[in-house]
């Protein structure tokens, strides 16, 4: 045959996703994903939906932001989005505590940096006018760091992520939001890992003017739909006075094609470019399910949950370092330390997707995206005392899930 391909189809298999993100997506999401006719960009339904998804936004980040819509792509996509109002010679404060913040601050550099700057090393500019606060893995950026740094610089941007998954560590948010406040900063915040876990809106925190998260982690809505964002007034006049370097990713002008339009609701998008039906139809499904279930009920079952998997493993001689609630990071036990990174190969290469921390020190990452049932929590730690025990752990795991089902059975109980 001319032409055929030299490959198969692609089939990719099934695994239990317990890591700290991509989460496993609804059926109900991945049902819309597919039932959605073939309708274009323009057609009357996809434009309602999209105005539809923009008022549930709104009400999931508890804002009145009308500048609150979702950015085609991945969590970077709604940051990039979010960063582009950061212009050459912007003085910025970036807290990073962890890979994702780390990277975040990596993208403020870039966007602050000078032409000068930025081709002098162009993958890893360090411009002059931003400043990135260090703050060592596994610890929390706290009141204080936020304060201090923030009364030295008086920097136009600050930045923080809310959580960072890459060492699973809460951020002062109340802290950085009242010091962006005393400083006159503006806040921009990474919610990648936190919308849709915690409950939290959006306009308590007024020192923040720029929200960022993800389709794939608390929202559920892997395939590739949208990120959400939400921008104050104050944010869109800044940009509007000094405009950013980029077309697709514009917040004023993506914004157009949710029906936002010169700071008001439209009755109808306008082009800004080729949205899908499919992720529109998946996106609207994910914020109804999301919503229907209410962010405090969620943000409850997810510390339920991650309570228990917390003392199954801290019985199984693991030390957590960790403080989400959708996302528990560890160290092995002294008789297994240094062979994290083993562990992990072993579990994903038999379906169980659990990962280990992209930026040393190496720990061990179990996260329970959509795995809010006691079955899917005893399965996760069912198969991670298996993978010590192959690995030379004495584990009694009768004990491990006799304790576990106590948890369970208080719930019950209370
Ligand atoms: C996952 C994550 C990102 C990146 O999101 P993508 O969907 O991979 O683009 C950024 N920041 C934080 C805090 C994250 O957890």
Redesign the pocket.
């Known amino acids: 045959m001319i032409n055929a391909s030299p490959f198969p189809q692609l089939v990719v298999p099934d695994t239990l996703a317990a890591g700290?993100?991509p989460g496993n997506t609804d059926h109900r999401v991945l049902q819309a994903y597919t039932g959605a006719g073939i309708a274009d960009h323009m057609h009357p339904d996809v434009l309602r939906g999209m105005i539809e998804c923009k008022h549930m936004l709104r009400t999931f980040m508890g804002t009145q932001n009308i500048y609150t819509f979702g950015v085609a792509g991945?969590?970077?996509?709604g940051?990039d989005c979010m960063m582009s109002a950061v212009m050459p010679g912007d003085t910025v404060v970036a807290f990073s505590n962890g890979t994702?913040?780390g990277?975040?601050a990596l993208t403020l550099r870039i966007k602050a940096a000078t032409r000068a700057e930025l081709a002098e090393d162009s993958l890893d500019p360090k411009p002059a006018s931003v400043t990135v606060i260090e703050v060592p893995h596994g610890c929390s950026v706290t009141a204080e760091i936020v304060e201090s740094a923030l009364a030295e610089h008086k920097p136009k941007w600050a930045f923080m992520?809310h959580?960072?998954?890459g060492s699973g560590r809460i951020n002062d948010i109340q802290g950085f939001s009242d010091a962006c406040v005393r400083h006159d900063s503006m806040g921009l915040v990474?919610a990648?890992?936190s919308l849709g876990v915690e409950d939290f809106a959006i306009d308590d925190y007024p020192g923040v003017v720029g929200w960022a998260s993800?389709?794939?982690?608390g929202l559920l809505c892997l395939p590739l739909t949208y990120a959400p964002v939400s921008f104050s007034d104050r944010y869109i006049e800044t940009l509007r006075a000094n405009g950013a370097y980029t077309y697709a990713n514009h917040p004023i002008m993506e914004a157009r094609h949710w029906g936002i339009v010169d700071n008001q609701d439209v009755e109808k998008g306008a082009y800004h470019r080729t949205h899908s039906a499919y992720a529109v139809s998946a996106f609207h499904e994910a914020l109804r399910i999301n919503l229907a279930e209410g962010l405090s009920r969620r943000a409850q079952d997810y510390a339920f949950h991650e309570q228990a998997l917390r003392e199954a493993v801290s019985a199984m001689g693991c030390e957590v370092t960790s403080n989400m609630t959708s996302l528990v990071v560890l160290n092995l036990p002294p008789s297994l330390a240094g062979r994290e990174m083993e562990l992990v190969q072993n579990c994903r290469a038999d379906g169980f997707g659990i990962w280990p921390t992209l930026s040393a020190p190496v720990q061990v990452r179990i996260g329970i995206l959509n795995l809010l049932s006691q079955s899917a929590i005893t399965e996760i730690v069912t198969r991670f005392a298996q993978a010590m025990t192959n690995l030379g752990a004495d584990l009694d795991i009768n004990t491990i899930l006799a304790g576990l089902n106590d948890h369970y059975q208080s719930r019950i109980a209370a």
Request: hydrophobic letters at 30%.
């Open positions: 700290p993100g991945t969590g970077w996509s940051l994702f913040s990277i975040d992520a959580w960072e998954t990474d990648v890992s993800c389709p794939q982690k």
